[in-house]
């Protein structure tokens, strides 16, 4: 923190002070002004927009009523089976996007395997080899084994 701060708000000089000095508006003020009176018309043209809307909807709603209670019995089940087919169409989109997703990444899946199966069966080889080996060095000793166990005795 700085020790000594400079005050927020400074004395300006007046004619009182003995100076003569034109007040003029600083740079952030002069911005305001600009914007409010830039910025009012364009609300009060918008207030006014909205206002014409509101009172055309109202307006329209009013002269369309009796039009839709009338022809209710056709536009209810109309309108239940546009939705029952625009939500049939988007499931069935769903479902494929689902299909071709899910085929791709069996597909994918299927590649990695291919490639790698030749891999996966030299490590299968060597490892039988090496299985082979262990377990004909273990035969091998069991045969001297018991052959040290019959000579003694024989």
Do not use: C
């Not at 923190?1 to 034109?22: F, L, S, V, W």
């Not at 600009?34 to 009013?62: C, D, M, N, Y």
């Amino acid at each position: 923190m700085a020790a000594a701060a400079e005050p927020r708000y400074q004395h300006r000089a007046t004619a009182a002070d003995g100076y003569n000095y034109k007040s003029q508006p600083s740079p952030s003020s002069a911005f305001q002004i600009l914007a409010v009176v830039t910025l009012f018309p364009v609300g009060a043209v918008l207030l006014f927009l909205s206002g014409l809307t509101l009172a055309g909807t109202l307006i329209g709603l009013a002269l369309t009523t009796p039009l839709f209670i009338v022809f209710s019995p056709i536009l209810v089940p109309a309108a239940l089976a546009l939705a029952a087919a625009v939500a049939g169409i988007l499931t069935s989109g769903a479902f494929g996007l689902m299909a071709l997703s899910s085929v791709s990444w069996l597909l994918n899946y299927l590649r990695q395997m291919r490639r790698s199966l030749p891999e996966q069966l030299e490590q299968a080889r060597w490892r039988v080899q090496d299985a082979a080996e262990h377990v004909g060095q273990k035969a091998r000793e069991v045969v001297h084994e018991t052959q040290d166990v019959i000579r003694p005795s024989a």
